[in-house]
């Protein structure tokens, strides 16, 4: 089974400069599975990339040892790089602890996010390019099937995926179980970081149509609500939307408070005493504390938010014994079925 490996690096083993050097768009792979396969050392082989995760999942033509290095120049030779400073970023994985990898890679257990569901879809999306290029066979389309057969397995038969563990997902889970359907709702960000952008997305994803974005540069406001289609307001009159708003995600940079008690007890009357819903994302805090107190004002802070994470995270690692019994059940299955195929091919 030594034929059947996967040699890569992922977050754990190198640091994102050096796996965005490795990394593959979308638009290469075909052109990469092909290069790869020119190698006569291989009969079939698949280019997974990820933000995480550059690996090469590849059957050599018998059991020559050469075939990782053979591996790693290709990468180094396809990006024109010298690996020499590399190679003790790599990881290698033959036979079945190739097999268990790639179920673990698809079911989320290899995840920086334990149970994350968006690898899943980065690996279907990987195999189709490969098979589509014909670069895929017997072994590996057998084998990638069973990784997304077990993939399914885990995520119906154990929690592993149950609760939120970003802050961003908290936060809008938390809006749905405060303001129930968020379809009709209308929605603040304060602050167009890296953490807006995030939280617009979710917004988006959860039914929210109607979002509103302020920044103290207008300009940045203007380019996260163009990408999402929302609307962009000026920083200075932001006060004057909350009236209208049912979530607020403030994550400024700001050095003190830009919310006070006293402009939500001012806002309250105004809003008929409808809920409002405020997460504040911010260090130091953009919404002062004492707002919690008031009627029909719910405010959450980034450490109320992490205690959740922190909760659901927990859960999901208590799953974990569960899905490694799937994967090392699958990976058995598979080995046996990889055995006979090979001895009834005459390869052993």
Known sequence: ?????????????????????????????????????????????????????????????????????????????????????????????????????????????DSMVIGEAEILGQVKRAYKCAHVNKATGKILNRLFQKAFNTAKKIRTDTRITSGSVSVSAVAVRLSKKILGDLKNKKALIIGAGEVGEQLALYLKKNGIKNILVTNRTYEKASSLADRFNAKAVKFEVFRDTLTEVDIVIASTGAPHAIITKKDIENLM????????????????????????????????????????????????????????????AATMRFKDWFIKESKEDGKE
Do not use: W
Request: glycine residues 6%; neutral net charge; proline residues 3%.
């Open 1 to 109: 089974m030594n034929n059947l490996v996967v040699v890569g690096i992922n977050h754990r083993t190198a640091p994102v400069e050096i796996r965005e050097k490795l990394s593959f768009g979308m638009h290469e792979l075909p052109q990469a599975n092909s290069v790869l396969l020119k190698n006569s050392v291989f009969i079939e082989g698949l280019i997974l990339s990820t933000c995480n995760r550059v690996e090469i999942y590849a059957v050599a033509n018998g059991s020559n040892e050469n075939y990782v290095k053979k591996i790693q120049s290709f990468l180094g030779g396809f990006h024109n790089l010298g690996l020499d400073d590399f190679q003790n970023r790599f990881y290698v994985h033959k036979g079945d602890l190739a097999i268990k990898h790639l179920f673990r890679v698809a079911s989320g257990l």
């Open 269 to 328: 009357p105004r809003r008929k005493q409808n809920p409002i819903f405020i997460i504040d994302l911010a260090v130091p805090r953009d919404v002062e504390a004492e707002v919690n107190k008031i009627d029909n004002a719910y405010l959450y802070d980034i450490d109320d938010l992490q205690k959740i994470v922190d909760k659901n995270i927990t859960l999901r690692k208590k799953e974990l014994d569960i899905c490694n019994k799937i994967v090392d």
